[in-house]
Structure formats: structure tokens, C-alpha cells
């Protein structure tokens, strides 16, 4: 089956470092998107790894490893604007691609 | 530059009744995504579509279709629309198709359906 999994709320104190885990199952896999969704609002694209290793982004870094099924998204410096829903999706491969999105991560930045 | 736009914003249609949703993406941008976003179910991803042609597709009835033109406009049509088709339906384009080279990807704001 097709699966992405990651926890559905964390807790940080501003400007601290939070690391978001995703592990994925898919039959196939052709990239990790991750996107930020802050409440009411469309989701923002944020980052998409197709290679193994870390790719930065300003206070925003996120992880690929393939072998493994998994990936981070890190957020450094946080700021209370942080505060958001944060969503790992998978690019499953086959016949046609299919993105397949986690449950997302709801995280709280507080003072 | 002008963002995704999505017409129109808000829906209220009736069971057994057709929609037609339009996205327009941003100058340049030649894939349009669409996206179903409900409470329950998160963010389904529902087809991509990239110079006219349907590239990717999720897990949705035939229900659901779509079609891009050659200005890479988009529209998604739902047909015999039931309850829990009410959602937030959300497009997004970017200039790489999904899995090639994407750099980035901007969404529109959504267009909210209520089927009563």
C-alpha cells in the first residue's frame, strides 16, 4: 500500500530548532514535497527533494533519504509565525505519478 | 506578476448537480495540479495537467475530470455531485511538470464548495 506518516502535533519555544519527521511507503517514489499551511489559508509551497541529503532554505532545511522511506523538514530560528500546519507528500510513481499527502503536523511556536 | 487566481471563490450546488471550477495559473507557469482539501481527508491530490495534457492522476471517480487549454488555464468539473464532494478545492501551477526539475509550485486561494 501507499502510507506517509508523521506526527500530527508538535510544541516549540520560539526561536528554538524543530525537526518534522515523515517516513513514506509508496510503490514507487519520484520526489518529498513539503509544504506549510497556515489556518484558513492555501498551503505554500516549501521544499521538494528528489536526491538523498539536505537542502537549505534560509531558516528552512529538509532531508531526503531514500533508502530509508524518510525525511525532515527543519526549521531554525523559529518565530511565532511558524505556527502552522506543516505537510509531507510523496510523489508515488507508476503508470502516472500520484501525490500522496500525510495527515500534516500541526505545529505550535510559543513564547 | 499575478498570482493563481481561482474562480469563483465560493459554491453552493445541490446533489445530482455539475460544477465547473476554473484556475488560472501564473504567466508562464505551464502545469496546473488541482487538489481536494476536506476536514476528514486532508489534502487529496486530485490531477496535474501540463501543455494540454493530463500527466499525473489520484484516486478519484470518473466523476471527477479536468482540462487545460493552450494558455494553460485550467478547469476541473465534478458531475453528479454528492455531499462529500464539499470541500476546499485548491489548484496550483508551477513551470515544471511534478517530478521533473519542479522548483517551485504556488497555490491559489481555493474555490470553497457546499453541496446541499
Known amino acids: 500500500g501507499q502510507n506517509i506518516d508523521q506526527p500530527t502535533e508538535m510544541t516549540a519555544t520560539e526561536g528554538a530548532i524543530v525537526q518534522i519527521n515523515c517516513t513514506y511507503q509508496?510503490?514507487?517514489?519520484?520526489?518529498l514535497f513539503w509544504y506549510q499551511q497556515h489556518a484558513g489559508e492555501a498551503p505554500t509551497f516549501l521544499s521538494y527533494?528528489?536526491?538523498?541529503g539536505l537542502e537549505e532554505k534560509g531558516r528552512f532545511s529538509s532531508f531526503l533519504s531514500r533508502s530509508k522511506g524518510y525525511s525532515y523538514l527543519l526549521l531554525k530560528e523559529l518565530q511565532m509565525k511558524d505556527s502552522a500546519s506543516y505537510l509531507c507528500?510523496?510523489?508515488?510513481?507508476?503508470?502516472?505519478?500520484?501525490?500522496?499527502f500525510g495527515t500534516g503536523t500541526l505545529l505550535a511556536v510559543q513564547p | 506578476k499575478a498570482g493563481v487566481t481561482q474562480t469563483p471563490r465560493y459554491l453552493i450546488k445541490t446533489r445530482g448537480q455539475q460544477v465547473t471550477l476554473s484556475c488560472s495559473p501564473i504567466?508562464?507557469?505551464?502545469?496546473v495540479s488541482w487538489y481536494q482539501q476536506t476536514p476528514g481527508q486532508g489534502l487529496q491530490f486530485l490531477f496535474e495537467?501540463?501543455?494540454?495534457?493530463?500527466?499525473n492522476k489520484g484516486n478519484f471517480p470518473g466523476r471527477f475530470s479536468g482540462r487545460q487549454f493552450s494558455n494553460s488555464r485550467s478547469e476541473m468539473n465534478v458531475s453528479t455531485l454528492e455531499l462529500g464532494d464539499s470541500a476546499l478545492y485548491l489548484c496550483?501551477?508551477?513551470?515544471?511538470?511534478?517530478?521533473?526539475?519542479?522548483?517551485?509550485?504556488?497555490f491559489g486561494p481555493g474555490t470553497r464548495l457546499t453541496v446541499l
Open positions: 495537467y501540463f501543455s494540454e495534457t493530463q500527466r
Open positions: 527533494n528528489v536526491l538523498d
Open positions: 509508496t510503490s514507487g517514489f519520484n520526489g
Open positions: 507528500a510523496a510523489l508515488a510513481g507508476g503508470a502516472t505519478n500520484k501525490l500522496i
Open positions: 504567466s508562464g507557469h505551464r502545469s
Open positions: 496550483a501551477s508551477s513551470w515544471a511538470p511534478l517530478g521533473q526539475g519542479l522548483d517551485e509550485q504556488f
